[in-house]
């Protein structure tokens, strides 16, 4: 395996054939076997300062390399499990549930707003008569503060170690999968309280349950 970086306009899309084009140069084999590389897009990153231009990072492998694709663990169904208590249904208490349901145990959630659909009522007298919810808002309620503000992925973590399972499970419950490559992933406010229900119907699917 050899990781490779390619560049191409921004707006244009990156093609298999320039991948294993450049992947041809860079492992040193013959032109012949270029259509039995294979590859893996890891980032895509926007750098402006000239122009502006797209830039990946690729993995490539020879034919007879292995390339290992990550695998999201499923969930058990957790109906008739031990039940464990979760304050709050904020990213940690939601991705906290989700965990549990990997391991097999209930997650019993606890929020004390309410949830992701009828917070936008709460906050819609907010901003029009200046009526604040103290239990429903933009900071209290299912999917946190984070729901209706804006939507950026990052961490403050200076050891991030392996965020794939987050990113994953972002996108099988809707995120765009562009988070999986992007630099600054980006979900978008638009479309965050779509994955934080498709994210409660699944742990109570699974047996959890939740408490507003």
């Known amino acids: 395996m050899k990781e490779i ?8 899309e990156l093609t298999a054939d320039e991948i294993q084009t450049a992947a041809v140069k ?33 993995e490539v492998y020879k034919p007879d390399e292995v390339m290992d694709e990550y695998v999201l663990e499923e969930y058990k ?19 906290a549930a989700l965990r549990l349901l ?10 004390r707003g309410k949830d992701v659909h009828q917070r936008k009522f709460d906050m819609a007298k907010l901003s ?21 503000s804006d939507g950026k992925l ?12 987050v990113l994953h499970q ?11 490559l992007d630099a600054h992933p980006h979900i978008g406010s638009d479309r965050l309280p779509i994955v934080v229900e498709n994210i409660r119907k699944c742990i109570i699917e699974h047996g959890g349950e939740y408490h507003f």
């Open 5 to 12: 970086e390619i560049s191409v306009k921004l707006g244009k």
């Open 26 to 58: 860079a492992l040193g084999v013959s032109p012949k076997i270029k259509g039995q590389l294979r590859y893996r897009i890891m980032r895509r990153s926007i750098d402006a300062r000239n122009d502006i231009l797209y830039r990946y990072k690729v």
């Open 77 to 95: 169904n957790v109906a008739d499990a031990e039940p464990v208590i979760i304050i709050g249904a904020g990213p940690a208490g939601m991705f």
């Open 102 to 111: 990997m391991r097999g145990f209930k997650p019993v959630i606890l929020e």
């Open 128 to 148: 029009k008569e200046g009526v604040v919810n103290p239990d429903s808002n933009y900071c209290f309620g299912e999917g946190g503060a984070g729901t209706f």
């Open 154 to 165: 990052y961490t403050r973590s200076s050891k991030r170690g392996d965020i794939r399972e």
């Open 170 to 180: 972002l996108v099988r419950f809707g995120a765009d999968p562009t988070i999986l």
